[in-house]
């Protein structure tokens, strides 16, 4: 029957995960029996579970077995009560409603998103939360409530980790398992408050948008053009850029933006070359990539091209740049007074101390589909008051404009209303609680239903004058330094986008290519957090609004990007192509989705200690 249950699987589409496919046909083969089930029913009820938890990939993991066997209990339980209306099973909440003498003609509640009466009954303070929950943070919630997302046997697994360090946090697990007479001084004792400078000049809350002129679009991207053009040129490599238009027999050098002259997807016989202004007047010409053995390129890629154009239609390329060397000035427009300050200044950072940090980063919806409660947000907070992170950074959406009840708009509370209570309401009182050194970083996205739909976008106007050290509100995308950390961040999904767009072709010797790091490599090749031109339909990008908020002006120590696609931790090299050229190396971070459909996602726990060879790394699941 095993062979059966897998034979069906593979009907359907669907892969086991090899190494544990054993115990996964074991636990179906079990099912199987105890509900009197045949190989397809199984296979049916995973496909409804499929699409619930809203999985992208087509294999069959061990992780998600607990959360399917519990769904297809409450298919059978289902079943059972549609063929006997009048049977009552009975279950946890039963028990917990004798426990607590509630009188059976009490009917029994249906869980729906809480109204402001009801959230000011089952809500208690933090810190009495923290008190009924012992170790960290209850769910918030009466037990009678119970969801598929509390229904869960594993409240944290891990899923992914990279650990080059002993292991430092001994010292706080063991508060876990420590008497509550203990918590006080728990409190007392996290690790040192984290600096932190935010660079960038992103637009301000409050300002105005939509006022975007083809003449913004088109200065915005020649200006990149001829920042790419420079740094190429400073880098003593490559000689000034000409005009990639005009028939010439002898090789060229041009620098220019790669364009589709169709509205499709991008293909080989549909790339253009679109030079600056300065060097051609911003027209375009053909590219030919026939001779090249390997390449990747996207609409909105700004690259350099050595090649010929014998008839003036066509420039055949020989050798494509892709990324600016390090060893260019990134901030070519800076005066050459300005940046040996600038250099200096680095220099001295870097050589004061060791660049030191720990982060838990967490990307939205923090709330399941089925309700409004944020248990996932709330059992973020619980790990994060065990861990006691320096820095802990939140990305949107937060109050997610996608969520089916927001959809609807049939709930009793406005947007603001659930942001304030939900979502404030609960990192202010983790802050209030854990003390002084620990800082949030709120990150907003363009789908969040409170907040302005555009990119680049402005940080969020809420504050509390008693929390400002604690509580930043940083713009969308953001680059900061923490403990002299470089961090960027932006929570458009442009992993998932540039995956849709990128045309690429392997290198003829077959060695393999990690296409996730291939795709986090393009923005910083690209020096910018959204190389793609035209835009994905639902990313509003406005360059009339801080054009230079796209820019990234050196190359991060950390790139954190959420993404829909599969949770990742990858440390990038850049640079190093050509002898005596440094080499430098970024850790990437795609740290999924809090919550996925009815049950609970994945996080980013990481400790650094200066460089990717110093770093413990980890994706838990929740």
């Not at 589409?13 to 996964?24: D, P, Q, R, T």
């Not at 002259?261 to 051609?280: F, P, T």
């Amino acid at each position: 029957m095993e062979d059966e249950i897998k034979a069906e699987f593979n009907k359907s589409g669907f892969a086991i995960e090899h190494e544990e496919e054993e115990e996964i046909l074991k636990k179906c083969l079990t099912v199987c029996i105890n509900y009197n089930l045949k190989p397809s029913d199984i296979v049916s009820s995973w496909e409804v579970y499929y699409l619930n938890r809203q999985l992208y990939e087509s294999t069959v993991q061990n992780d998600e077995m607990d959360g399917f066997l519990l769904h297809l209990q409450n298919e059978q339980r289902e079943a059972i009560i549609k063929e006997e209306p009048n049977l009552h099973i009975y279950s946890s909440k039963d028990v917990d409603m004798i426990l607590n003498d509630d009188g059976e003609e009490k009917n029994e509640e249906v869980p729906g998103t809480p109204t402001d009466e009801s959230f000011k009954l089952n809500s208690e303070p933090f810190d009495l939360a923290m008190k009924s929950a012992g170790n960290g943070y209850s769910s918030g919630k009466l037990s009678k409530h119970v969801t598929p997302f509390g229904r869960r046997t594993d409240k944290f697994v891990g899923k992914f980790s990279i650990n080059n360090l002993l292991d430092m946090e001994n010292g706080d697990n063991e508060h876990v398992h420590e008497n509550m007479e203990d918590d006080i001084i728990k409190r007392v004792q996290p690790q040192k408050k984290c600096s932190l400078v935010v660079h960038g000049s992103g637009p301000k809350p409050g300002c105005r948008f939509m006022y975007d002129r083809t003449e913004n679009k088109f200065n915005a991207l020649d200006n990149r053009i001829r920042r790419h053009a420079a740094s190429l040129v400073a880098s003593g490599l490559h000689e000034e850029p000409t005009d990639p238009s005009v028939a010439s027999q002898r090789n060229m050098f041009a620098v220019g933006l790669i364009c589709c002259d169709g509205e499709g997807r991008l293909n080989e016989k549909s790339v253009l070359l679109q030079s600056s202004v300065e060097h051609s007047g911003g027209q375009c010409v053909r590219l030919d990539l026939h001779n090249l053995s390997q390449f990747s390129i996207f609409p909105g890629q700004v690259v350099g091209v050595e090649g010929q154009n014998p008839s003036g239609h066509c420039l055949i390329a020989s050798k494509l740049i892709d990324s600016v060397p390090i060893s260019a000035t990134p901030d070519g427009d800076l005066p050459p007074a300005k940046k040996q300050a600038l250099d200096q200044e680095i220099q001295s950072a870097d050589s004061s101390s060791i660049k030191e940090i720990s982060m838990i980063i967490a990307s939205g919806p923090f709330t399941t589909i089925d309700n409004l409660m944020f248990e996932p947000l709330t059992e973020l907070l619980a790990y994060a008051s065990r861990k006691l992170p320096q820095l802990l950074i939140l990305l949107g959406p937060f109050v997610d404009s996608e969520h089916p009840e927001i959809k609807k708009g049939t709930g009793d509370r406005t947007f603001d209303d659930i942001f304030r209570q939900e979502i404030m309401r609960r990192v202010q009182d983790y802050v209030e609680y854990m003390g002084s050194n620990v800082h949030v970083l709120i990150v907003p996205s363009t789908r969040d239903a409170t907040h302005d739909f555009v990119f680049p976008q402005p940080a969020f106007d809420i504050h509390r004058p008693d929390l400002k050290y604690q509580i930043t509100n940083l713009t969308n995308p953001s680059f900061f330094e923490a403990n002299q950390v470089r961090i960027g961040c932006c929570s458009v999904d442009v992993i998932k986008q540039l995956s849709g767009e990128e045309m690429s072709r392997n290198p003829t010797d077959g060695s393999a290519s990690d296409r996730m790091s291939r795709l986090a490599n393009h923005l910083l090749s690209q020096r910018s957090f959204y190389p793609l031109y035209p835009p994905a339909e639902d990313v509003p990008l406005d360059f009339s609004l801080a054009p230079e908020a796209l820019h990234i002006p050196s190359v991060p120590d950390i790139l954190i990007l959420p993404s829909d696609m599969k949770y990742f931790i990858k440390v990038l090299s850049l640079g190093g192509k050509t002898e005596g050229e440094e080499q430098k190396k970024c850790i990437c971070i795609n740290p999924g989705r809090l919550a996925k459909g009815e049950g609970g996602g994945t996080f980013a726990e990481i400790n650094y200690r200066g460089s990717p060879d110093k770093m413990n790394a980890s994706i838990t699941g929740i």
